[in-house]
């Protein structure tokens, strides 16, 4: 159906249920219209550019430092904007989706910044895509509320001083919102959840004395993010805001994208607040890019593969280092870990790898960290407060000591670790599970303790497919085969059928199952899972 006095050339094709007027009014959607018509087209071109230069790195071609841009490297003198209101003491960040229960949790969790996420930790339903800016605007007009239907438990905001600061991650590049038409086409899911957001909570944000700040997923170039940076300004000119309002902080969570860091840091310069190591899905991206090439690039199971490892040594060190030199903040990686109320044992050893991971960040360098529950708050919390003390952060640490080369980076043989038919199972396990939820409407999953996203569900068949594209040895002598997978992921769901009983939902695990096989057993490989799993819904 077309919204209702829409402006022309836009038809909003999902149903408009209660509320959802006014986030869909017409000058948001004159807003939403104006950046696809102006961004789409370079949005496309970009695409087709990951494209190609996938298929130089299936052809033998290698990452490097860009030698066209070596003067931006060289040049010492520049900086990102200072550190905007809100964005000072960053020490602890919550991530989640932007349900009504989590967005309460999330800002009443005593974390200094929370991720609203409308990507990897939400599925792209158009009810959640909707609702999630209708609770981000509740949220700052404090007529946000939850009451738990099943305990009857009620959850309100704290007084505004005690929330934490909203920065929201849209979809990545790649993403389309297929329920918004402009000129036909479908739109670009980045512009969507962008737009929507800076239109009803920019002005709301600087009423109180902060800002629209975001969160930048998936980019692979600098040039990606100088799209960005051009969205940033023609939507603050559109709506009357100052330039360099907006702030934004990107995830370095691409092979790509680490050999870019500073500059993607000087393209968004003066919106610049930081990048983050988003080192799940930097796992996914190495697997993805160099699926095709052979032993060298063959990781070890998941589970085995550890910040200590040579090339995420050398991933991270390089984005402390190149954030402080520019005077951004260097964000740290997850804690995924769910604190069990029934088993302290499994408590006391989670906390302490957690406790260890936060440690080592701290210590390196960073500025402050994401967990993914609000126990782990303070945790993550009590580790930089150690190293920082009164201080907002650590930019004066600017870790001049690093030198990280090409081939640092590109070190993943020296990765330690096996592949286990342990490891394999897992894989299948945690992916069926995780695609069964996301596929009912839920993007963050609790599995075995952690808190998963699709990242987790990425890394899972991308391994699996490598490992039997490249006809892989199991640790105990057996080759991944299409028959060994098949036969894993038949008694892996066998065992979650019989583990979770009457609440197994038969239909939602045959949906999981092949959508699994589809991105798993193909001799194509799917760029991404979730792709495929969108073209699911309604």
């Given at each position: 159906?077309?919204?209702?006095?829409?402006?022309?050339?836009?038809?909003?094709?999902?149903?408009?249920?209660?509320?959802?007027?006014?986030?869909?009014?017409?000058?948001?959607?004159?807003?939403?219209?104006?950046?696809?018509?102006?961004?789409?087209?370079?949005?496309?071109?970009?695409?087709?550019?990951?494209?190609?230069?996938?298929?130089?790195?299936?052809?033998?071609?290698?990452?490097?430092?860009?030698?066209?841009?070596?003067?931006?490297?060289?040049?010492?003198?520049?900086?990102?904007?200072?550190?905007?209101?809100?964005?000072?003491?960053?020490?602890?960040?919550?991530?989640?989706?932007?349900?009504?229960?989590?967005?309460?949790?999330?800002?009443?969790?005593?974390?200094?910044?929370?991720?609203?996420?409308?990507?990897?930790?939400?599925?792209?339903?158009?009810?959640?895509?909707?609702?999630?800016?209708?609770?981000?605007?509740?949220?700052?007009?404090?007529?946000?509320?939850?009451?738990?239907?099943?305990?009857?438990?009620?959850?309100?905001?704290?007084?505004?001083?005690?929330?934490?600061?909203?920065?929201?991650?849209?979809?990545?590049?790649?993403?389309?919102?297929?329920?918004?038409?402009?000129?036909?086409?479908?739109?670009?899911?980045?512009?969507?959840?962008?737009?929507?957001?800076?239109?009803?909570?920019?002005?709301?944000?600087?009423?109180?004395?902060?800002?629209?700040?975001?969160?930048?997923?998936?980019?692979?170039?600098?040039?990606?993010?100088?799209?960005?940076?051009?969205?940033?300004?023609?939507?603050?000119?559109?709506?009357?805001?100052?330039?360099?309002?907006?702030?934004?902080?990107?995830?370095?969570?691409?092979?790509?994208?680490?050999?870019?860091?500073?500059?993607?840091?000087?393209?968004?310069?003066?919106?610049?607040?930081?990048?983050?190591?988003?080192?799940?899905?930097?796992?996914?991206?190495?697997?993805?890019?160099?699926?095709?090439?052979?032993?060298?690039?063959?990781?070890?199971?998941?589970?085995?593969?550890?910040?200590?490892?040579?090339?995420?040594?050398?991933?991270?060190?390089?984005?402390?280092?190149?954030?402080?030199?520019?005077?951004?903040?260097?964000?740290?990686?997850?804690?995924?870990?769910?604190?069990?109320?029934?088993?302290?044992?499994?408590?006391?050893?989670?906390?302490?790898?957690?406790?260890?991971?936060?440690?080592?960040?701290?210590?390196?360098?960073?500025?402050?960290?994401?967990?993914?529950?609000?126990?782990?708050?303070?945790?993550?919390?009590?580790?930089?407060?150690?190293?920082?003390?009164?201080?907002?952060?650590?930019?004066?640490?600017?870790?001049?000591?690093?030198?990280?080369?090409?081939?640092?980076?590109?070190?993943?043989?020296?990765?330690?670790?096996?592949?286990?038919?342990?490891?394999?199972?897992?894989?299948?396990?945690?992916?069926?599970?995780?695609?069964?939820?996301?596929?009912?409407?839920?993007?963050?999953?609790?599995?075995?303790?952690?808190?998963?996203?699709?990242?987790?569900?990425?890394?899972?068949?991308?391994?699996?497919?490598?490992?039997?594209?490249?006809?892989?040895?199991?640790?105990?002598?057996?080759k991944v085969t299409r028959e060994l997978v098949e036969r894993i992921m038949d008694e892996e769901l066998a065992k979650?059928?019989?583990?979770?009983?009457?609440?197994?939902?038969?239909?939602?695990?045959?949906?999981?199952?092949?959508?699994?096989?589809?991105?798993?057993?193909?001799?194509?490989?799917?760029?991404?899972?979730?792709?495929?799993?969108?073209?699911?819904?309604?």
């Amino acid at each position: 159906m077309a919204a209702p006095d829409g402006p022309e050339g836009i038809e909003v094709t999902g149903p408009l249920h209660d509320r959802y007027d006014e986030i869909l009014t017409p000058e948001a959607l004159s807003l939403l219209a104006a950046l696809q018509r102006e961004f789409g087209p370079r949005r496309e071109e970009l695409l087709r550019a990951r494209a190609e230069r996938q298929e130089r790195l299936s052809a033998g071609g290698t990452l490097d430092f860009l030698p066209e841009t070596a003067s931006v490297r060289a040049d010492e003198t520049w900086r990102v904007a200072p550190p905007a209101p809100g964005l000072e003491d960053r020490r602890v960040e919550i991530t989640g989706p932007t349900d009504r229960k989590m967005t309460i949790n999330a800002l009443n969790s005593g974390a200094k910044v929370w991720l609203a996420d409308f990507e990897d930790a939400n599925t792209p339903l158009w009810t959640n895509m909707i609702e999630g800016q209708l609770n981000l605007r509740d949220a700052l007009d404090r007529t946000i509320d939850f009451t738990d239907p099943s305990s009857g438990k009620k959850y309100a905001l704290r007084p505004d001083e005690e929330l934490a600061t909203i920065v929201v991650r849209p979809r990545g590049w790649h993403m389309e919102e297929k329920h918004v038409l402009v000129d036909g086409a479908p739109m670009s899911g980045s512009l969507f959840d962008f737009g929507l957001y800076l239109f009803h909570c920019g002005r709301r944000q600087l009423d109180k004395g902060r800002g629209p700040y975001f969160y930048l997923p998936k980019m692979e170039s600098h040039l990606e993010a100088r799209l960005w940076n051009d969205v940033f300004n023609r939507a603050q000119d559109i709506l009357e805001i100052p330039r360099g309002t907006i702030r934004a902080t990107v995830l370095i969570e691409t092979i790509p994208a680490a050999f870019e860091m500073e500059e993607i840091l000087y393209e968004l310069r003066d919106h610049s607040a930081g990048l983050n190591a988003g080192r799940w899905d930097y796992l996914f991206s190495i697997i993805k890019k160099f699926r095709d090439r052979g032993a060298e690039f063959v990781l070890p199971e998941r589970n085995a593969i550890t910040m200590t490892a040579p090339f995420m040594r050398a991933y991270t060190e390089l984005l402390v280092r190149t954030c402080h030199k520019r005077g951004a903040h260097a964000i740290g990686g997850m804690a995924a870990f769910i604190p069990s109320r029934r088993d302290p044992e499994v408590n006391k050893v989670a906390l302490e790898k957690v406790r260890a991971d936060k440690t080592r960040e701290s210590g390196d360098g960073f500025d402050g960290s994401w967990v993914a529950h609000p126990d782990l708050v303070p945790v993550c919390r009590e580790v930089f407060d150690g190293v920082l003390g009164d201080r907002p952060n650590q930019l004066d640490r600017l870790r001049e000591d690093v030198r990280v080369s090409a081939a640092d980076l590109l070190n993943f043989s020296a990765t330690p670790g096996e592949i286990t038919e342990a490891g394999l199972r897992n894989n299948i396990d945690v992916a069926l599970r995780y695609l069964a939820t996301w596929l009912a409407g839920s993007g963050a999953v609790a599995i075995h303790n952690l808190m998963e996203d699709a990242a987790t569900a990425e890394i899972s068949r991308s391994q699996v497919w490598q490992w039997m594209r490249h006809g892989v040895e199991l640790a105990d002598g057996q080759k991944v085969t299409r028959e060994l997978v098949e036969r894993i992921m038949d008694e892996e769901l066998a065992k979650i059928r019989k583990e979770l009983g009457g609440a197994y939902d038969e239909p939602r695990y045959e949906q999981a199952v092949a959508l699994f096989k589809e991105v798993t057993l193909a001799d194509e490989y799917a760029e991404f899972l979730t792709t495929p799993a969108y073209a699911r819904f309604p």
